[in-house]
T-cell receptor
Framework: SQTIHQWPATLVQPVGSPLSLECTVE??????LYWYRQAAGRGLQLLFY??????ISSEVPQNLSASRPQDRQFILSSKKLLLSDSGFYLC????????????FGDGTRLSIL | AQKITQTQPGMFVQEKEAVTLDCTYD???????LFWYKQPSSGEMIFLIY??????QNATEGRYSLNFQKARKSANLVISASQLGDSAMYFC?????????FGSGTKLNVKP
């Protein structure tokens, strides 16, 4: 069966520091991969999605970037974090075909000090 | 226009009673998928139920059922026999191709 791993679970970083969040999927090939951010008590904001290696679409202009160096690995990065980058980050995958659902990792709670 | 609309920010239900969470969607595609997710306070997004646009029967998964009314573009979630553990945020979502659209969520509180 397919599983998705996302780490770390929590992260506290100072303003201006770099960021790297990692997500990997097992048990499937060529998945669509997604990064979302969720502010407290709010809905999901799509940040990036990817349909293949090195194929990244950005939804919201910001100081974050994403990379997909391998088929089942998706990385969210920043060179310099802002206070506004605080939030709950969720990675998700879906099959590249049909109308099947997304499945989510457990999320990363990011606090910027 | 909003792709997914959830008009109930919060709802209360008595334990053991049934509850309906509303969801309407907007699409011009013929092929799409509709989903419900549960997000407890711990944060993980738990997939509950799926309805394909071509499915004629309403989807059911245990105590969850999806009341799919295609002409009205609605996909309401029905939870039967509510339990205290059902207290959470619930999100309705739609898939068009590779894109997913989420509603703003409904916070359900189950009272003992």
């Amino acid at each position: 069966s397919q599983t998705i791993h996302q780490w770390p679970a929590t992260l506290v970083q100072p303003v201006g520091s770099p960021l790297s969040l990692e997500c990997t999927v097992e048990g499937t090939s060529n998945p669509n991969l997604y990064w979302y951010r969720q502010a407290a008590g709010r809905g999901l904001q799509l940040l990036f999605y990817s349909i293949g290696i090195d194929q990244i679409s950005s939804e919201v202009p910001q100081n974050l970037s994403a990379s997909r160096p391998q088929d089942r690995q998706f990385i969210l990065s920043s060179k310099k974090l802002l206070l506004s980058d605080s939030g709950f980050y969720l990675c998700a995958w879906s099959a590249s075909y049909s109308n099947q659902p997304q499945h989510f990792g457990d999320g990363t709670r990011l606090s910027i000090l | 226009a909003q792709k997914i609309t959830q008009t109930q920010p919060g709802m209360f239900v008595q334990e053991k009673e049934a509850v309906t969470l509303d969801c309407t969607y907007d699409t011009s595609d013929q092929s799409y998928g509709l989903f419900w997710y549960k997000q407890p306070s711990s944060g993980e997004m738990i997939f509950l139920i799926y309805q394909g646009s071509y499915d004629e029967q309403n989807a059911t998964e245990g105590r969850y059922s999806l009341n799919f009314q295609k002409a009205r573009k609605s996909a309401n979630l029905v939870i039967s026999a509510s339990q205290l553990g059902d207290s959470a945020m619930y999100f309705c979502a739609m898939r068009e191709g590779r894109r997913f659209y989420f509603g703003s969520g409904t916070k359900l509180n189950v009272k003992p």
